[in-house]
């Protein structure tokens, strides 16, 4: 922790050493020196203690909150990158992180699908399906490969698990599965429990699905992981592949799912 600590001070100083000070109304003066602002300018703007935050850019201040961060990230006009960073540093919640991301897939990213042959689809931040291509409509035949309805609520993978009856013979032991993929959405989502369109969902689920709200209240915990994954497809039968759940870093909520198939 204490490495950490002092990681955060030497970042703070390297930030506030980018700006000019008449930046922020401060005069330049000769006789500065260092370049950039003074800890007390920083302190100011920021509104808090020039000695607390003197202690902050020694590694002293075991405990920094989460409003000081937050004022001193908007003093220092940091990135989203930058921001997420300092808040690691302290071990702090960004109050920020709970403010929903755009939950659409870019262009690029979506027009990949249709350069991979085997089934893949991206999944928003509820788990949604933002887009799928041929194959992975093909593989969710009956699903996938059918028009939207009006007013219906956009497909979603856990809707597709628990409130689809043909699912429980189309997954290969559907309650594992569905155990599992519950335990991987609490652990994808624990930092955004309280997001109005995140309850909604849990509720829908736990009100029209007894196993949900059975799985959901065990509080399993589980990563989303890779490996096999085994359906009974209605017009060829048994056919397995190897997922691989990947992250654009830029979109990280966001999440492209590829299934290969097993050798024959």
């Not at 589980?222 to 979109?251: A, C, K, M, W």
């Amino acid at each position: 922790m204490d490495s950490r600590r002092h990681e955060l001070g030497e970042f703070l100083q390297v930030l506030r050493s980018r700006y000019a000070p008449e930046t922020f109304g401060f005069p330049a003066g000769s006789r500065r020196r260092t370049q950039g602002l003074r800890r007390e300018e920083v302190a100011q703007l920021a509104g808090i203690s020039p000695t607390w935050y003197t202690w902050i850019e020694q590694g002293r201040a075991a405990n920094v909150s989460a409003d000081a961060l937050d004022r001193l990230a908007r003093t220092l006009r940091l990135s989203r990158g930058e921001r997420n960073y300092i808040f690691e540093l302290a071990g702090r919640r960004d109050p920020l992180a709970a403010a929903p991301e755009e939950d659409a897939a870019s262009e690029l990213l979506t027009s990949l699908l249709g350069d991979i042959d085997i089934p893949a689809y991206i999944m928003g931040r509820t788990w949604d399906m933002l887009a799928w291509n041929a194959a992975a409509a093909e593989l969710f035949t009956g699903w996938l490969d059918k028009p939207m309805k009006a007013h219906e609520p956009p497909r979603n993978l856990l809707r597709f698990v628990f409130l689809r009856a043909q699912t429980r013979k189309f997954l290969v032991d559907w309650e594992t599965r569905a155990r599992r993929i519950t335990a991987e959405f609490r652990a994808d989502c624990r930092t955004r429990l309280d997001e109005p369109a995140l309850q909604q969902l849990i509720e829908e689920l736990k009100q029209a699905s007894p196993e949900f709200s059975r799985f959901w209240k065990q509080h399993d915990v589980l990563e989303r992981q890779g490996g096999q994954r085994s359906f009974n497809h209605p017009r060829r039968g048994l056919v397995i592949y190897q997922q691989v759940t990947l992250r654009p870093v830029d979109q990280e909520q966001l999440k492209l799912v590829l299934l290969k198939p097993n050798a024959p």
